[in-house]
């Protein structure tokens, strides 16, 4: 099991915090994000609960702010740009620190909820997850536990870039030292298998 290292979170908390310009709207990086998901300006304002009148004055202001297009009009909707999809990946990051920020706020005054996102490998999800969400349902019930079932490369990807809280399987070679904090939680030995007379069993 790993994830990332303490400081090191801090450190993007921080960064994600300043790099955005004092004047930027949380709302108008809301709304960037789900045209982007939602492929159209009327499917965002649907999910937002927005006229699309609102929905598309907001992505004005965030264009005009940051001086660049931030989508291109096609037959298949809204496509962001090469600038909106940067801005894309860091309003996803900022939202998900908001959230998280909150979460840890409420657990301060001793109201244990939120999400948590566990990325495990399929001998995890087997192996391990089955008891963890038995248990853990149990003694929280109003946190939001979710699992998805990764390769490590995946995993580790992911939780470079905050999509995910904690990572569940092998730990890699060549792992930089202190990106993460590792823990030792189950000992498995690969070994190769044939049927029994097969020529290849030597």
Not at 5 to 25: G, P
Request: hydrophobic share 45%; glycine share 6%.
């Amino acid at each position: 099991m790993y994830r990332r290292a303490v400081w090191e979170d801090v450190q993007n908390r921080l960064a994600i915090i300043f790099s955005y310009h004092h004047d930027m709207k949380l709302m108008n990086l809301k709304v960037l994000v789900a045209v982007i998901e939602h492929g159209s300006l009327r499917n965002a304002a649907r999910q937002l609960g927005l006229s699309q009148p609102a929905v598309t004055k907001s992505v004005r202001d965030l264009e005009r702010e940051l001086t660049c297009s931030l989508f291109v009009r096609s037959s298949r909707g809204m496509i962001a740009t090469a600038q909106g999809r940067v801005v894309y990946q860091h309003a996803k990051l900022a939202m998900r620190e908001l959230d998280t920020a909150v979460s840890e706020v409420r657990q301060l005054a001793g109201v244990m909820e939120g999400h948590i996102s566990v990325a495990a490998v399929p001998l995890a999800v087997m192996l391990l997850i089955p008891e963890t969400l038995r248990t853990f349902s149990k003694d929280y019930p109003r946190v939001n536990l979710r699992i998805g079932e990764e390769l490590y490369m995946a995993q580790l990807n992911r939780l470079r870039q905050g999509e995910v809280d904690i990572a569940i399987g092998g730990i890699p070679e060549g792992l930089p030292l202190g990106e993460f904090i590792t823990e030792p939680i189950l000992e498995t030995i690969m070994v190769p298998v044939v049927r029994k007379g097969s020529a290849l069993a030597q």
